[in-house]
Structures are given as structure tokens and as C-alpha cells.
């Protein structure tokens, strides 16, 4: 494949057709920068072809129905299961997959309370595959992410995403990131590289797509904080970043569209 035109880290690289699956909108809890009608406006101005909108602590499959038909512009969402919504509930699961809820997100705020019971996951699983859903692994440590995946895989269930596995919550190193990536796909996500987060050095974030090979890697945001950029602007910080520690637009393409979109669709 003839490689694209290569593009300085200064020059803005255009994000038309890139999915960004995991940002932070309002209404939350938390303070959030901009609601689910502008992430999307945002990105359908830039051409993108959808995003993904998550609450740590209310399902947002019907909150992206609504966005996307105000908007015209594809927008996903689903159901994180935290304590806010019973914790792994398959019930919350049913009903994220009746209302078109594309993706299932194991623990993450509420990850430290809750005790796996792995007869409820394998439940929950089952949901997951009758309606194609995606599994994201939330916080999950890499020893019980090893357990989902070994569960996912006996269903025959890849659509798959490991969260931000180079951050503090999940700690993966990078030989569990390798062979994680056997079975699911690594979403690196540019907020671990700002400051009030892990101040993560982007050259890590190199090193593991370089070492897993991008066919298995996504490129996310994880924004929608008051104190960072707004998600498209992120995003392409993200890519001038990966560009400059010499990842190539090829890789980039395969990590924001061909990888989310064979996940979603």
C-alpha cells in the first residue's frame, strides 16, 4: 500500500471519517465541558464519521439516540456498569441493548467496591452476543481482564476493547498488553498525557503500538473535562503527538477509523 503524504506535527492533521469512542458529555455528576448534541455537532463539522459518548454513572444509549437525531450525526453510547446502575447487572445490560446501547463498560469509578462474580459476567456476556455489543474492560486490573477475555472467547465474543491499559487504574505492562492484544484491541486514549491525569510520556504510547502492531490498537480521547481541549482538538493533539514519536498516518488511519468502525459496525 502506497504510504499518504507525510505530515508535520504542526500542521493539523484533518479528522474527516475518525471515530472517537470514548468521551465524557453532560448532563453527569461531574462537570463536563460540552453536552452530547455539541460533541457531536463538533464532530460532524470536522467530517467525522461518529463518536462515542460515556457516563461513568448513567446509561447513555438513549442520550445518543436523542443526539444523533438532533444532529444528523452518528453517535453511540451504552451502559458502564458501576454501583450507580447495580454494578453487573445483567437487567441494565438487557436494557442498553433494547434501546440500541452499543457498548457494555465493566467497572471503572466503582471498580474497587465491587466484587466480580463471574457467573453474572458470563450472563452478561451472553446478552452482549445476542445483540453484537462491544465489551470495553473499564479499570478492570489485567488479571481479571485475562479472565473476560478467556470467558469472551469460549462465546466466541471479539468485539473487545481494553481501556487505557497504560494507566494507573489498569497498570497492564506491556507484555500483558501483547498478549491481551491476541483477542482485543487496545484503545490508548491522550488523556492519560495531560497533567491532572498520569502525565503519561506519549513515547509510551508509541512503544506499545509499535510493539502490538496498530491493527490491534485505537487512538480515543477520554475527554470531555473542564480543564482539558474539547474532544476534536484532543484528538488531534493525539495525532501531531503520535506523528512527531514517528507513528504514520497509515497507522493512525487504521487505529481512528478501519479498527472503531469494525467494532461498531
Given amino acids: 500500500m502506497k504510504l499518504k503524504k507525510e505530515i508535520t506535527p504542526k500542521e493539523p492533521y484533518p479528522i474527516e471519517g475518525f ?62 456498569l458501576n454501583n450507580s446502575v447495580g454494578g453487573l447487572n445483567v437487567d441494565a445490560v438487557k436494557s442498553a441493548a433494547r434501546i440500541g446501547g452499543k457498548f457494555v463498560w465493566f467497572p471503572t469509578v466503582s471498580c474497587s467496591s465491587i466484587q466480580i462474580n463471574w457467573s453474572h459476567v458470563e450472563d452478561i456476556l451472553h446478552v452482549v452476543k ?14 481479571d ?34 498478549e491481551m492484544s491476541a483477542y482485543a484491541y487496545l484503545e490508548h486514549c491522550f488523556v492519560a498525557c495531560m497533567e491532572r491525569h498520569d502525565n503519561l510520556d506519549p513515547v509510551l504510547i508509541k512503544d506499545s503500538i509499535k ?30 503527538s503520535m506523528i512527531r514519536e514517528g507513528i504514520s498516518i497509515d497507522e493512525i488511519d487504521l487505529m481512528c477509523k478501519d479498527n472503531p468502525h469494525k467494532l461498531i459496525n
Fill in 130 to 143: 445476542e445483540n453484537q455489543m462491544v465489551i470495553a474492560t473499564g479499570h478492570l486490573k489485567s488479571a
Fill in 145 to 178: 481482564i485475562f479472565t473476560l477475555l478467556d470467558k469472551a472467547k469460549s462465546l466466541g465474543i471479539w468485539r473487545i476493547i481494553i481501556n487505557h491499559p497504560l494507566t494507573k487504574v489498569v497498570g497492564a505492562s506491556l507484555d500483558e498488553q501483547v
Fill in 211 to 240: 510493539k502490538i502492531g496498530a491493527n490491534r490498537c485505537l487512538m480515543a480521547t477520554d475527554f470531555g473535562q473542564l480543564f482539558n481541549p474539547r474532544p476534536i482538538n484532543g484528538m488531534k493533539m493525539f495525532i501531531n
Fill in 19 to 80: 471515530i472517537d469512542t470514548h468521551i465524557h458529555t453532560s448532563p453527569d455528576i461531574k462537570p463536563r465541558l460540552l453536552t452530547d448534541v455539541e460533541a457531536a455537532i463538533d464532530a460532524k463539522e470536522e467530517r467525522m464519521n461518529s463518536i462515542v459518548i460515556k457516563s461513568h454513572y448513567e446509561p447513555t444509549s438513549g442520550r445518543a439516540i436523542i443526539a444523533s437525531e438532533l444532529t444528523d450525526f452518528p453517535v453511540y453510547g451504552g451502559v458502564v
